[in-house]
């Protein structure tokens, strides 16, 4: 259903927030020991707790200004050989920590996995089945450039039966991609569409980002219209968190042009969902799409999409553990991540230590909170007597003081007291992060030292 807000009232009440791949958001990560990062693998194993295995290849060839992940622009494909050794390493470390317990999903990403030479790639694969018990029918899934995956890098994946694959393209406009130092084509991409399906891939996302520098509404109708051709499984829309503080690269951005005001933001998201729908693809979450019949759409039919710091996927796992430089793991328990910088990282693993930077472990008002910013993410509503049960307090009183303060969010959201059910409207949906704010107690700060820490809300 197409939405009816308007761009001036989305701006006028998004502001800056988490994006709750994770609650606590990482922002919250502070010192923790590697004991007790083992101890929670121990838990993980005693109770075969299924695993969700995630690998980050921080490596790409050349930079995209806009970039917002933890990445390494290098050409040397020799950093890639050295870093698949060392991450061989660590997978033998926690596989012997997690031992027993049944992997049902594993997935690269990045940077760019395919940074990774085909031989690599094979080598990696086939120490994961060494390291860990992955189950027959577990879930694959990988993120690869269109610019530089190799055809027989594909006849790999494929061959260790890789089923889902995610790229970006973010905008075809060649005025956007010289902004963002991103060139990219319409045909690079439909290549690595076609390729995929051919060798077998069921599950194919592409990425577009709104807010991009010199993007106008009649260049993203084009970009929006070249992916619908394209016909993915799965189109994600993000909004572009222009953060320059905390990412010094993405003030390059700035020379090609003005980052978009709010307004200007709201207007191509509205846009966005506007065309995507009218296309026949799902609006599912905040910001994601699929086709009907499609696994991410079986799975929100189903109540089995969740959110992680992969964004919106089917629910196969509690445990998500991250191996390779910077990677984040999460239980119902704890979350952690490993130290960011390559050095520190590469130094851990050859002492064989967990190479853990910090993290939070969850009292039991995280859980409870995480429980609710989940449903609210995933389904734009949370039935607060179910969730207070399962964690064995009256949901209701439990957030008393916070459904008190719903009024604030004006139009946003509406709760019904004999359902206990807290509902987003179709403004709502779209600003569910201002929500989800309220139920979190790490919120307060979204700036620090007046640097803002967070992206917007739209
Ligand atoms: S390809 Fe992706 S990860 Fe690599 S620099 Fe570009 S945006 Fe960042």
């Known amino acids: 259903m197409p939405c009816s807000a308007t761009a001036t009232q989305l701006a006028a009440l998004a502001s800056r927030g988490p994006r709750y791949t994770s609650y606590p958001p990482a922002t919250a990560f502070a010192a923790v020991d590697a004991d007790s990062v083992a101890r929670e693998l121990a838990r993980v194993a005693e109770r075969r707790e ?14 995209c200004w806009y970039c917002g992940c933890n990445v390494i622009p290098t050409r040397d494909a020799q950093r ?5 050794d060392q991450l061989i390493a660590e997978a033998d470390l926690v596989g012997r920590a997690v031992h027993g317990a049944p992997v049902t999903e594993i997935s690269l990403g990045g940077g760019s996995p395919n940074f990774l ?3 690599s790639l094979r080598q990696l694969f086939a120490a994961l089945e060494r390291s860990f018990t992955i189950s027959p029918d577990a879930r694959r899934s990988i993120e690869l450039d269109p610019r530089t995956t ?17 790229m970006g393209v973010q905008d075809f406009s060649d005025a956007v991609q010289d902004a963002i130092h991103r060139h990219q084509s319409v045909l690079q991409t439909r290549w690595l569409v076609d390729r995929a399906r051919a060798a077998g891939f069921d599950d194919i ?25 394209l016909a993915p499984d799965r189109i994600a829309l993000f909004g572009y968190a222009h953060l320059p503080s905390k990412l010094p690269h993405q003030l390059l951005v700035e020379r090609a042009g003005r980052v978009l005001d709010g307004r200007e933001r709201a207007a191509l998201l509205l846009l966005g969902i506007d065309r995507l729908t009218a296309a026949g693809y799902l609006h599912l979450g905040l910001d994601h799409f699929a086709k009907p019949g499609s696994r991410l759409a079986r799975a929100a039919e189903a109540h089995r999409m969740t959110r992680s710091f992969q964004g919106y996927t089917e629910h196969r796992a509690d445990a998500i553990i991250g191996l390779g430089v910077s990677a984040i793991s999460s239980t119902p328990r704890m979350h952690w991540q490993s130290h960011a910088e390559l050095p520190q990282w590469e130094e851990a ?20 909170r995480r429980a609710v910013i989940g449903c609210l993410m995933c389904d734009s509503e949370v039935d607060l007597q179910r969730i207070g049960a399962e964690h064995h307090v009256d949901g209701p009183s ?12 004006g139009d946003l959201v509406h709760y019904e007291a004999r359902t206990a059910t807290l509902r987003a409207t179709d403004l709502g949906r779209l600003l569910i992060r201002n929500v989800c704010m309220l139920f979190d ?8 030292g007046g640097t803002p820490r967070f992206s917007p809300t739209i």
């Open 50 to 63: 299924a695993i969700s295995l995630y690998l980050h290849i921080p490596f790409c060839r050349s930079l």
């Open 80 to 84: 890639g050989t050295q870093y698949v």
């Open 117 to 119: 030479s085909t031989a």
């Open 150 to 166: 190799l055809s027989e890098q594909i006849d790999a994946l494929a061959a260790a039966q890789f089923g889902s694959l995610s």
């Open 205 to 229: 996302n592409i990425d577009i980002v709104y807010g991009l520098p010199l993007q106008t509404e009649a260049s993203f109708v084009k970009t929006l219209d070249a992916v619908i051709d």
């Open 349 to 368: 693993v050859a002492a064989g230590s967990l190479p853990i930077a910090r993290g939070i472990e969850l009292d039991s008002d995280d859980q409870v």
């Open 398 to 409: 439990y957030f008393e003081t916070e459904l008190a303060a719903i009024q604030g969010l």
């Open 441 to 448: 107690r790490y919120s307060g700060d979204a700036s620090h």
